[in-house]
């Protein structure tokens, strides 16, 4: 009875500055939507009506969730190499490494999204390269390309710590073992490295796709307003065209796709700790 007592004042809180919003953001999504912004009093299945039966919002989650696959495998083929070096390095290097590592969480994504327009634009670093090396540079702002750059750089810190919780659980000693039995370290690593890590792996994929599903800033800003996402669309139907049902209804959407995420890393984590 005592530990259900102390999970009361945290269910209280949860509830309170999570559930409750959420279920408020739902039934809102019912509600019917007038002109100038105001909200009908009724309730309606209009909104998800036009919602489900509109291809542009069917494009607009599959082309969200198309972009966060290659973002996230992108992100974690960056990061892994760079987290197993952190993990491996001598005890008084690593502290070091892994501030260097997450410390470009300690800068805003605004500063971070408009210096990836200065290097990845027209006139930009990137360009200038290209050009030095006889390569006509590709339009890489305004673009999913930029955007899905600029969010790779961004998420690698929040990958870099999830993988560095996952390689707790590597011991040199079965590495020792496998390359003394004459396995070559490409199999080591495929037999021994990757399976143990596989836990931190699926935490990091789970919050860089989250993460970049629910992405605004970059896609708004290196996007130029020609990549839409489900947190653009939503802030453009809030805030732009002030038709609060469609932007809860959208939010909705969002939950359930993120929590389609969770059960499938839920689902696939059991199986590979069972």
């Not at 909200?39 to 069917?58: H, V």
């Not at 990137?126 to 999913?144: D, E, I």
């Given at each position: ?5 102390f ?6 809180v ?20 007038r002109?100038?912004g ?8 209009a ?5 489900l ?34 993990h ?13 590592c997450i410390?470009?969480?300690?800068v ?5 999204t ?11 670093l990137?360009?200038a390269v ?9 339009r ?19 990958m ?19 390359a ?23 935490l990091?994929?789970?919050l ?5 599903v629910s992405?605004?800033i ?23 065209t ?25 689902r ?7």
């Amino acid at each position: 009875m005592t530990p259900r007592l102390f999970l009361g004042p945290a269910l209280l809180v949860n509830f309170a500055v999570f559930l409750a919003p959420m279920l408020n953001l739902a039934a809102l999504s019912f509600r019917e939507a007038r002109a100038g912004g105001s909200i009908g009093d009724g309730l309606t299945l209009a909104t998800w009506q036009g919602l489900l039966k509109d291809p542009y919002y069917l494009e607009l989650v599959t082309g969200s969730i198309g972009l966060a696959i290659p973002v996230t495998l992108a992100t974690l083929l960056a990061a892994y190499p760079l987290a197993l070096f952190v993990h491996r390095a001598a005890p008084r290097w690593r502290s070091l490494l892994v501030v260097a590592c997450i410390s470009p969480l300690l800068v805003s994504a605004v500063v971070r999204t408009y210096g990836w327009i200065v290097i990845l634009g027209d006139n930009g670093l990137v360009a200038a390269v290209l050009r030095g090396l006889g390569m006509k540079p590709p339009r890489m702002v305004f673009n999913t390309t930029g955007v899905g750059i600029a969010l790779v750089e961004i998420l690698m810190p929040t990958m870099i710590l999830c993988l560095l919780a996952g390689f707790g659980r590597l011991d040199a000693a079965l590495e020792e073992a496998a390359a003394s039995l004459g396995a070559p370290s490409w199999r080591v690593f495929i037999r021994v490295v990757l399976p143990l890590s596989l836990p931190g792996v699926l935490l990091g994929c789970l919050l860089a796709f989250v993460l970049t599903v629910s992405s605004f800033i970059t896609p708004k800003l290196l996007g130029g307003g020609r990549v839409i996402l489900l947190a653009t669309e939503i802030y453009d139907q809030a805030i732009v065209t002030l038709n609060w049902p469609v932007a809860a209804a959208l939010s909705v959407l969002s939950l359930a796709v993120f929590g389609a995420a969770l059960m499938l890393y839920g689902r696939v984590l059991r199986r590979v700790e069972g």
